[in-house]
C-alpha cells in the first residue's frame, strides 16, 4: 500500500521570521499525524533554521529545485550534496514555473533528477501541460514526453525511489483545480506507462495532484485511487489550510 504525502512548495514567499512561524505552527497541528508523510519545499536560505526546527519531528525538508550539474563554475546554482548537508530529503525537479521562466528543458530536468538521486534526494518529479494543450487534446503527449524524458536519462528504476507530481499548469496558483476524474484520468495514464515496463514500481510509485489543491477540494481528490497526496502551493502557506489538507487523509 503506498503511502500518502502531503507537500507543500512555499515558493519565493515569506521572510525570515514568518518561515520558522509558519514552519513551527505546521509541526505543532500534527499531533500524532494520520501516517501520511509531509513536507515543505522552502526557500534554499531558510533551510538551514527550518533543518533545526524540524529535525525531530515528522516534517520533511525539500528544495523547490536542484542544480544539474554536481559542482563547479555555476553560479547561482546550489547543488543536491550541498541540499543534503542542509537536512533536505526532497528536491523538485521541473517545475512548471522554473520550466517556463527559466527555461528548464526536458533534458535538465533530467539532469537535475538524476543529480539529486546520485546525492540521495527523492526528487519529485513536476509534470504537466498548459490549457492550451489540454484543449488540444495534446495532455497525454505531454505528459508522456516529459515523463520519458526522463525515464531515457535515469532508467525506469530510477522510479523505485522518486516522486511524481501531475500539476496542470492551467490549475497552478489559479484557483482552478482539475476535478477529480480529470486528474485521476492523468494519474492512472501516468502509473500505466510505468506498469508497462515494471509494475511493481509502478504499484509503489507516488503520484501527487498539484494545482489550487485547498482544504475544501483536498479530500474528494485524495480518495482517488491514483492520487497519493498533493503538492500544495498558496494553501501552504498558512499553516491551519495546509493542516485541514493534511487532516482530509
Ligand atoms: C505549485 O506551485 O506546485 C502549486 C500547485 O501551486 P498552487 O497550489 O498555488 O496552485
Known amino acids: 500500500m503506498r503511502q500518502s ?29 494520520n501516517g501520511a508523510e509531509i513536507a515543505i519545499c522552502v526557500p534554499y536560505v531558510y533551510l538551514s533554521d527550518l533543518q533545526t526546527l524540524t529535525s525531530n519531528s515528522p516534517l520533511a525538508l525539500g528544495a523547490q529545485n536542484v542544480a544539474n550539474q554536481e559542482s563547479g563554475a555555476y553560479t547561482g546554482e546550489v547543488s543536491a550534496s550541498m541540499l543534503k548537508e542542509f537536512g533536505c530529503k526532497y528536491a523538485l525537479v521541473g517545475h512548471s514555473e522554473r520550466r517556463s521562466y527559466y527555461g528548464d528543458t526536458d533534458e535538465s530536468v533530467a539532469e537535475r533528477f538524476c543529480q539529486a538521486q546520485k ?89 501527487l495532484y498539484g494545482g489550487s489543491m485547498k482544504a475544501d477540494n483536498a479530500k474528494g481528490l485524495l480518495a482517488m485511487p491514483d492520487i497519493d497526496g498533493g503538492l500544495i502551493g498558496g494553501a501552504s502557506l498558512d499553516a491551519q489550510s495546509f493542516l485541514k489538507i493534511y487532516h482530509s487523509i
Open 5 to 33: 504525502l502531503i507537500m507543500g512548495n512555499w515558493k519565493m514567499n515569506g521572510n525570515r521570521e514568518s518561515s520558522k512561524t509558519l514552519c513551527e505552527a505546521i509541526i505543532a497541528g500534527l499531533g500524532d499525524g
Open 119 to 207: 546525492q540521495g534526494l527523492i526528487p519529485v518529479l513536476c509534470i504537466g501541460e498548459t490549457l492550451e494543450e489540454r484543449e488540444q487534446g495534446k495532455t497525454f503527449h505531454v505528459v508522456n514526453t516529459q515523463l520519458d524524458a526522463v525515464i531515457a536519462k535515469a532508467g525506469l528504476a530510477a522510479f523505485a525511489n522518486a516522486v511524481i507530481a501531475y500539476e496542470p499548469v492551467w490549475a497552478i496558483g489559479t484557483g482552478r483545480t482539475a476535478s477529480d476524474e480529470q486528474a485521476q484520468e492523468v494519474h492512472q495514464a501516468i502509473r500505466e506507462r510505468i506498469s508497462a515496463q515494471d509494475a511493481t514500481i509502478a504499484e509503489n510509485l507516488q503520484i
